[in-house]
């Protein structure tokens, strides 16, 4: 069951269909990069998506999202592609939650690129975006 603040209708030529919101779809793409394309292609939709995004959404979408890991890899790869202000309600509560080190590619075997960033996020791959 969604949140019906992350269910928005997208009018179309049939008619209106709903869909996820920015911010949720943010945190989905984050949850299954591999589904997604990639972590590369995840950093490229979220650069074009960032402006759509409302930091208090972000926020309020992450706290109900069922994956610490999800909300790390989207707060981590929104300030690399420069959207700090995006992020800093995420890193106020982020701050008063316990989370752990996950690694930013899921699919990428070699752990061995431990970053001190505040996401905890452990860089196991290069980011590229198409843009």
Not at 26 to 52: F, I, M, R, W
Not at 73 to 82: E, K, Q, W
Request: aromatic share 10%.
């Amino acid at each position: 069951e969604w949140n019906k603040d992350d269910i928005v209708p997208q009018k179309t030529n049939a008619g209106y269909v709903n869909v996820s919101s920015p911010e949720l779809t943010a945190l989905d793409l984050c949850y299954y990069p591999k589904h997604s394309g990639g972590v590369n292609q995840v950093a490229t939709v979220l650069d074009e998506l960032a402006e759509a995004l409302d930091s208090d959404k972000v926020l309020d979408v992450s706290k109900r999202f069922n994956s610490t890991m999800a909300v790390q890899r989207l707060g981590f790869l929104l300030d690399f592609l420069g959207n700090e202000e995006l992020t800093l309600p995420l890193k106020n509560w982020l701050a008063t939650q316990k989370f752990y080190p996950t690694v930013l590619d899921p699919a990428e075997q070699s752990h061995n690129k431990v970053t001190g960033n505040f996401w905890k996020i452990i860089v196991n791959t290069d980011i590229e975006t198409d843009l």
